[in-house]
Antibody, heavy 118, light 110 residues
Framework: QVQLVESGGGVVQPGRSLRLSCATS????????MHWVRQAPGEGLEWVAV????????YHAASVKGRFTISRDNSNNILYLQMNSLRPEDTAVYYC???????????WGQGTLVTVSS | QSVLTQPPSASGTPGQRVTISCSGS????????VFWYQHLPGTAPKLLIY???QRPSGVPDRFSASKSGTSASLAITGLRSEDEADYYC???????????FGTGTKVTVL
């Protein structure tokens, strides 16, 4: 079955960087668009970024554009999220998710917690 | 602030029908498919409805959805205790070039 396992979360100081990874299995990774979605404490779901199946196209939410970069390694079935210039408001659980195109998110990981605090 | 607006809460007793609205605009719901997700805190969200009103396999037919113009709605009939969760609508937004989630609705089973 589809498995999505996020890693790389932790506590980081404001202004620093962190890279999240999502190891995938159970489906044809190179055929799937992939998303990152986050949920801040006590808040709702917020879409972060999506990348096309081949990595040629990607989109980021306005709140992270210029600071975060989504990428993928189709050889090793891994999705990444490079997060730079982190802010306290980036504190959230970050979910890796499989897309059916850019619209339909049909599988989700369990999430990894990122805490931005001094 | 999300561009898709939902009521913050909804509730009902077991067996009742609950509906959740989702209000958007011409750049999202008015143009693109609407999706609905169920999220229990501490767990991975789950796709409940895709392409406006289609249910993935395994989702009970107690869940249904519809869309009209720039608004959509999710209905839960025969409410059960395990339906107590947060529900989110979502759609691609052409103006933002991004996916947007609704503000979320917490469903409580009384």
């Amino acid at each position: 079955q589809v498995q999505l396992v996020e890693s790389g979360g932790g506590v980081v100081q404001p202004g620093r960087s962190l890279r999240l990874s999502c190891a995938t299995s159970g489906f044809t990774f190179y055929d799937s668009a992939m998303h990152w979605v986050r949920q801040a404490p006590g808040e709702g779901l917020e879409w972060v970024a999506v990348i096309s199946y081949d990595g040629a196209n990607y989109y980021h939410a306005a709140s992270v554009k210029g600071r975060f970069t989504i990428s993928r390694d189709n050889s090793n079935n891994i999705l990444y999220l490079q997060m730079n210039s982190l802010r306290p408001e980036d504190t959230a659980v970050y979910y890796c998710a499989r897309g059916h195109g850019y619209n339909r998110i049909d599988s989700w990981g369990q999430g990894t917690l990122v805490t931005v605090s001094s | 602030q999300s561009v898709l607006t939902q009521p913050p809460s909804a509730s009902g007793t077991p067996g009742q029908r609950v509906t959740i609205s989702c209000s958007g605009s011409s750049s999202n719901i008015g143009t693109n498919y609407v999706f609905w997700y169920q999220h229990l805190p501490g767990t991975a969200p789950k796709l409940l409805i895709y392409s406006d009103g289609q249910r993935p396999s395994g989702v009970p037919d107690r869940f249904s959805a519809s869309k009209s113009g720039t608004s959509a709605s999710l209905a839960i009939t025969g409410l059960r205790s395990e339906d107590e969760a947060d529900y989110y609508c979502a759609a691609w937004d052409d103006s933002l070039s991004g996916y947007v989630f609704g503000t979320g609705t917490k469903v409580t089973v009384l």
